[in-house]
């Protein structure tokens, strides 16, 4: 739909039918006129719904970089033959640290207002938290699922704290006084 199409049909919905017989408005009709044009620019954002779907979108991102990660990490470690659990190992730390890469670029793709350095930001310091509740060996086995919950919450606090506000796109419709008494009715679209 074009621009020209979008202004005649808001025209043709808002103006009320005395205007375009050439009567004079009132002001109480110009208000609810603006009111109307207010709610047709304004887009409504459900904020659950999109810390959920980060929350969904940095799980999904960082289990693909963990699994990307622990692969890299295993092929690239110098481990002799026999020792599995060296393996092991390379492959939970750079699972962990590709874990930690991947949640935040996940609710990146999800929410195009995030900014990423924040998030990742957020991300490792809930990695470092989850480190630093894991020395504990009490706690560690209390509180394990910190270690992967932390940092997708560091991350989405950070996500949304530090969000791009949204471009607010507006069409106003004003009214001009016109020869012979008519009232012509002027669209302005602000991008």
Known sequence: MTHLTTIVLILGLCLPQALM??????ADEIDRLKET?????????NPSRRIVGKLVGGVLGGGLFALAGGATATAIGDCPEDATFCKLGNSVIGGWFGYLVGVPIGMNRIDPQDRFTYSLAGSLMGGAAS???????ELAEKLWPAFVI?????????????????ENRRVSIGLLPGPKGRVSAVATLRF
């Open 21 to 26: 017989a050439g009567e004079v408005l009132q």
């Open 37 to 45: 044009t207010d709610t047709l620019s304004v887009k409504k954002e």
């Open 131 to 137: 480190l630093v509740l894991l020395t504990d060996e």
């Open 150 to 166: 932390s940092p997708l919450v560091g991350a989405a606090i950070m996500s949304e704290l530090f969000r791009k506000p949204l």
